[in-house]
């Protein structure tokens, strides 16, 4: 599958996040742009802050214009519309890697059990035994680097405060 900007990824090449990285500079470009695809296409399974652009945009992104509290920088950023925040281009470069270095995860915590028990009651999976072998699909620090930009209950920018009286 060709990488086409903003069709099926959210970056062009992922080289200016991921330069002198040992796994990501001995990837093929294919292997590269198959890995920027697959990120972007768990990312784009997001509640995001904001609205897509346009009804008819393939990704979530680019979305209408708004604003999130970054806690790094401490203040509320405004994303102009049209645009790709630098938390979203970094986390999809860094989601790449991920995949390239685990090709497991894109599999995520699917479960084979080899044996199953009904009395007394046992299951038996030795590829879940092991907590090496499990990668999650999206790592933690990942997941907070997006976290600003999701949407949820209590986005300021989204005017989602309440207050019981």
């Not at 346009?54 to 708004?66: I, M, N």
């Not at 509290?69 to 989601?95: H, W």
């Amino acid at each position: 599958m060709a990488l086409v900007y903003l069709t099926n990824s959210y970056l062009e090449s992922a080289d200016g996040y991921l330069a002198d990285n040992p796994v990501w500079e001995a990837a093929s470009s294919d292997e590269q742009e198959q890995a920027l695809v697959d990120a972007t296409r768990v990312l784009d399974q997001n509640q995001w802050l904001g609205a897509a652009v346009s009804p008819s945009q393939a990704l979530a992104w680019p979305r209408t214009k708004f604003s999130f509290f970054d806690p790094v920088l401490g203040l509320e950023v405004l994303v102009n519309e049209g645009t790709i925040p630098t938390r979203l281009e970094k986390a999809t470069a860094f989601l790449a890697l991920h995949f390239l270095t685990y090709p497991q995860a894109t599999k995520g915590y699917e479960a084979s059990f080899d044996e199953i028990s009904v009395g007394p009651i046992s299951i038996k999976n030795t590829d879940a035994s092991s907590s090496s072998s499990k990668v999650p699909t999206v790592p933690t620090s990942i997941s907070n680097l997006i976290a600003p930009l999701l949407y949820n209950a209590f986005s300021s920018s989204q005017g989602a405060w309440w207050r019981a009286n």
